[in-house]
């Protein structure tokens, strides 16, 4: 247990299990709206096109709901500080992506949500209710925000594959616990930071 110094902030080792289940069901739908809107969009206009997307779009909602509370939640719980060892240019890189990812995490669904009302087609969640549009019906906002939803997915991409090729080196190659730390069922106390 990492101990409490005196009129010192408490910074804990390890992430905590609040803070694994953000980060690992966040990441879960996140790759699951890749996997939905790649494969939709490969499929001709039909029902099985539209159910597809209105799973894409319900999905997306509950991103959106989870980054409200998962923000709320990190600006009251600091994560554990970074490995001693990392130089000012990777703390760097480490904090603009973790940034990006939370923007990222507001703006693809908001462009989306957005995108859906443009064209005035309903944002249904799974079925139960029907979000309100955002903005009445616009051709030229529609074509904005899909460009735009459309640019920022490949840029979600390109830090995903940036940050999980930061955490595999940091695994493998640095030997640290960063890894470990955001991983259940794991302890870190047998690895250096
Ligand atoms: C974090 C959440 C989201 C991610 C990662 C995401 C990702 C994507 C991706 C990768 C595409 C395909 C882009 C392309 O290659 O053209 C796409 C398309 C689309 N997304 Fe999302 N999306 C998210 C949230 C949403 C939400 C909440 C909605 C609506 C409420 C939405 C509506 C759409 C629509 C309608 C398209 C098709 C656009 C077109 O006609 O080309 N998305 N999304
Ligand atoms: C594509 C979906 C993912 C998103 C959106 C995402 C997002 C994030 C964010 C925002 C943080 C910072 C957490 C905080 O301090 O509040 C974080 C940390 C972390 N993520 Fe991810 N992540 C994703 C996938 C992954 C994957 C697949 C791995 C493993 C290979 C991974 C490994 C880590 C690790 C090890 C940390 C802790 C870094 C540290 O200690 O500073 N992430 N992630």
Redesign the pocket.
């Known amino acids: 247990m990492p101990s409490k110094v005196p009129n010192q902030p408490f910074f804990p080792k390890r992430y905590t299990a609040v803070a694994q289940i953000f980060h690992w069901v966040i990441a879960a739908?996140?790759v699951t709206?890749?996997a939905l809107?790649?494969t939709?969009?490969d499929l001709p206009l039909g029902i099985h096109k539209l159910a597809l997307?209105a799973r894409?779009?319900s999905?997306?909602?509950t991103?959106?709901m989870l980054a409200v509370l998962r923000l709320l939640w990190r600006l009251k719980n600091p994560p554990p500080p970074l490995p001693d060892g990392m130089t000012p240019i990777e703390r760097l890189l480490a904090r603009a992506t973790h940034i990006a990812f939370y923007v990222?995490?507001f703006v693809?669904?908001?462009?989306?949500?957005m995108?859906?009302s443009a064209k005035n087609?309903s944002?249904s969640w799974f079925g139960l209710f029907t979000?309100p549009n955002l903005i009445g019906k616009n051709e030229h906002a529609f074509d904005l925000l899909?460009s735009t939803?459309?640019i920022l997915?490949?840029v979600?991409?390109a830090i995903a594959v940036l940050h999980i090729l930061a955490a595999l080196k940091h695994h493998f190659w640095n030997k640290d616990d960063v890894l470990v730390r955001m991983l259940p069922f794991t302890k870190s106390e047998k690895r250096t930071s």
């Open positions: 739908l996140i709206q890749f809107a790649w939709a969009e997307f894409h779009k999905f997306g909602m991103i959106l990222l995490l693809m669904p908001l462009t989306g949500w995108m859906s087609y944002v979000w899909r939803h459309d997915s490949d979600l991409f």
